[in-house]
């Protein structure tokens, strides 16, 4: 019983493609996050939804869109990429939107050759 | 990624030791502290979370912040080859404009041998 599970898990793609991960909770959190963890390990945050209501988008490119169809749920959507998005993605979820107690999927790595 | 810095190690430990992990900080705004252990090629789970300046014991682990030196730490007693793992901390502001932002140091990569 997996509580936060995004797919895929890996991800080999072409630069200028267009590509999606899938995220889903089964914990009942309200926020979802997205972290860009890149080649050095830092863990960046990349947007936040509480309730399906974009809270935090952080410094990110256009090329980034997440989607929130419901609470449970936290896709992130990327445009036209490029090789310095090669990188691991996490979706993250937890109750209420202070994100001090986050539960982590185990990532999407991402690959654009 | 300045705000929190970590040093990655590595850090190589006989099992049985006592390991020392900490991180400081340069934003006095920070209330909440945390760490997350990572193995390899899976996500972060969150190890200890700490309101404010203080310690906390949970079993073998023990995290302590020092707000007045913006330096937090984790001491792992009796340490175990399955303690082998990324240990990350993080922090945030826990309010306003950066209400769910976590700010987290670059890891310290720890392996203890039997």
């Known amino acids: 019983d997996t509580a936060v599970s995004q797919t895929p898990k890996y991800l080999v793609t072409q630069m200028g493609n267009d590509k999606s991960i899938k995220c889903e909770q089964n914990?009942?959190?309200?926020?979802m996050y997205w972290y860009k963890q890149d080649s050095k390990k830092f863990l960046k945050i990349m947007f936040s939804?509480?309730?399906?209501?974009?809270?935090i988008n952080e410094t990110v490119p256009n090329r980034f869109s997440p989607k929130s169809p419901d609470k449970a749920h936290l896709n992130l959507h990327i445009n036209s990429l490029e090789l310095g998005d090669s990188a691991v993605y996490f979706c993250?979820?937890?109750?209420?939107?202070?994100?001090?107690?986050?539960?982590f999927g185990s990532g999407t790595q991402l690959s654009v050759l | 990624q300045k705000e929190v810095e970590q040093d990655p190690g590595p850090l190589s430990v006989p099992e049985g030791a006592i390991v020392s992990l900490n991180c400081t900080y340069s934003?006095?705004?920070?209330?909440?502290f945390m760490w997350y252990r990572q193995y390899s090629r899976k996500g972060p789970e969150l190890l200890m979370y700490?309101?404010?300046?203080g310690n906390k014991e949970d079993g073998r682990f023990t995290a302590q912040v020092d707000k007045s030196s913006k330096y937090i730490s984790l001491f792992i007693r009796d340490s175990q080859p399955s303690d082998s793992a990324t240990y990350l901390c993080?922090?945030?502001?826990?309010?306003?404009?950066?209400?769910?932002?976590?700010?987290f140091g670059r890891g310290t990569q720890l392996t203890v041998w039997p």
């Open positions: 993250a979820s937890s109750q209420g939107g202070r994100g001090e107690k986050l539960f």
């Open positions: 914990l009942g959190h309200d926020t």
């Open positions: 939804y509480n309730n399906k209501e974009l809270i």
């Open positions: 934003n006095s705004a920070f209330q909440y």
């Open positions: 700490t309101y404010s300046s």
């Open positions: 993080a922090m945030s502001e826990g309010r306003g404009s950066t209400l769910g932002r976590l700010y």
